[in-house]
């Protein structure tokens, strides 16, 4: 199977999210390619797991005039600002899709070889040694100050997780690796913490790219926006991620 490969692109909180879901439908409508994406966020933004309460970052009052956006994926809260994310979508017929936890490891095992290369020595959270893994909080409201055993760790701090979301005939996986501290998160370290390694998100996306979809099986092949795909995207941020009842619906 081909993985066609997206540029970076940098964009606001709500089309990052259309986009990803966009996408999560073309591949259930056409499960012959997977895609793959990597990209920013052009104002820092707090992104809310799919099951978490809006009352949660309304209670904490650095998150009050924050840029805030719900995803279509769980888990924790994300501060995304000196990050990178990406994402992959899968049709449901690929080895990887279930069980979950099996596209989980192949991102992050393929994640955590690229980081070793590079200086940094991440690995499984239920792989680290008792003095690296620390106590893990008990459902944290931000996802990289918990611990979950497929996340990606180095000395005791945690660079990557990921959650996904199942749609009839596809699979995405939203997934996050932390490269430097930030003023709103100054308490979550990144891996230009850790090491001597650029903090530059572009960077790490290139870096990543081909050892991940290899690790998927899969063979890369870049490629451009589908033809017809933003009119589609437009309606669904505009519907769905700009909508305000999609935000508070809990």
């Known amino acids: 199977m ?18 990803d879901e966009a996408l999560l439908d073309l591949v259930a409508r056409d499960p012959s390619a997977a895609w793959f994406r990597t990209y920013g966020w052009s104002t820092p933004t707090l992104s809310l797991g799919y099951f978490q309460r809006r009352a ?11 840029a805030r956006v719900r995803r279509a994926t769980g888990g924790g809260a994300i501060w995304h600002e000196h990050e990178l994310t990406f994402a992959v979508v899968i049709p449901t017929t690929h080895p990887l899709a279930r069980p979950s ?4 490891r192949a ?8 980081l070793a290369a590079h200086g940094v020595d991440a690995r499984r959270h239920a792989d680290a040694r008792p003095d690296e893994a620390g106590p893990p909080p008990a459902h944290p409201f931000l996802c990289f100050a918990g611990r979950d055993g497929e996340d990606l760790v180095a000395g005791g701090v945690k660079l990557v997780g990921s ?30 913490d850790l090491a001597d390694v650029p903090d530059d998100p572009r960077t790490w996306a290139e870096r990543l790219v081909g050892p991940l979809v290899g690790a998927l099986g899969m063979r890369p ?23 305000p009842e999609w935000y508070s619906k809990r």
């Open 2 to 19: 081909i993985c066609r490969v997206l540029p970076y692109h940098v964009a606001e909180g709500p089309t990052n999210m259309a986009i």
């Open 56 to 66: 949660e970052a309304e209670a904490e009052p650095r998150w009050r005039s924050a």
């Open 101 to 104: 936890t099996a596209l989980y």
């Open 107 to 114: 991102v992050h095992r393929a994640t955590a070889d690229v």
């Open 163 to 192: 959650a996904q979301r199942r749609r009839a005939g596809a699979v995405l996986q939203h997934s996050s690796l932390l490269l430097r501290r930030a003023g709103a998160v100054p308490e979550l370290a990144g891996a230009a």
């Open 221 to 243: 092949v870049a490629a451009d926006w589908p033809a017809g795909f933003w009119p589609g995207v437009a309606a669904i941020e505009r519907d769905v991620y700009r909508n």
